[in-house]
């Protein structure tokens, strides 16, 4: 059953996948889920968050100001030891509260009950060492520029109109093309078994 689940999805079941091909669909799954966001939190240009907007509202009552919220959340993104990811999080358990948080590798905030991704930051090196070299802290500032607050806003919209998510939630990864079509994760699950079995033991 689970071949028949988003990629989105599968991440959040990520227990339930086989033990022969877990850490692959881990790393890949993972990698595919947060990059898929990580795309769709940018527009060339950037668009600015609407303050008065339900997510804006959340940010200033929160973090008293959008630059508290983003020096905040450039602090957790500049300290990602190693490889990782930097977010920004709703808790579906405690009224949707927004929350900054990292993970190392390719791990997803779905992978933690409860918690909807909104705004994600790859933090892996070559994110940025082509343009920023191994100046993290500089790549991290100069991304606002680009974020897609629309994108993020409609995410917690979205988030909002379910007062609880679902046992298999739905895919909250804005696209702007015909794309948008859920992605069976069968395809990712045969690229893992395979990625496992050619490594070896």
Not at 92 to 97: L, T, V
Not at 133 to 150: E, K, L
Request: proline residues 6%; contains cysteine.
């Amino acid at each position: 059953y689970l071949t028949n689940l988003t990629a989105d999805n599968l991440v959040r079941r990520i227990s339930e996948v086989p033990s022969g091909v877990y850490t692959s669909v881990r790393n890949g799954g993972g990698g595919f889920v947060n990059h898929n966001l990580f795309w769709n939190c940018m527009t060339p240009g950037g668009s600015a968050l609407n303050l008065s907007s339900p997510l804006g509202s959340r940010i200033l009552s929160q973090w008293t100001s959008l630059e508290a919220f983003k020096k905040d959340f450039n602090d957790s993104a500049t300290k990602v030891f190693g490889s990782g990811w930097a977010w920004l999080v709703a808790d579906s358990a405690n009224a949707f509260r927004l929350s900054v948080m990292s993970t190392p590798n390719q791990d997803s905030p779905w992978m933690q009950a409860g918690l909807v991704p909104l705004l994600a930051l790859d933090v892996w090196e070559h994110a940025y060492y082509l343009k920023y070299r191994n100046v993290r802290a500089t790549y991290v500032t100069a991304w606002w520029g680009v974020v897609n607050w629309t994108g993020v806003e409609q995410r917690y919209a979205l988030a909002l109109g379910s007062p609880t998510l679902p046992t298999v939630a739905p895919n909250l990864i804005t696209r702007s093309s015909g794309a948008d079509r859920p992605r069976p994760a069968l395809a990712l699950l045969l690229l893992a078994a395979a990625a496992a079995a050619a490594m070896g033991p």
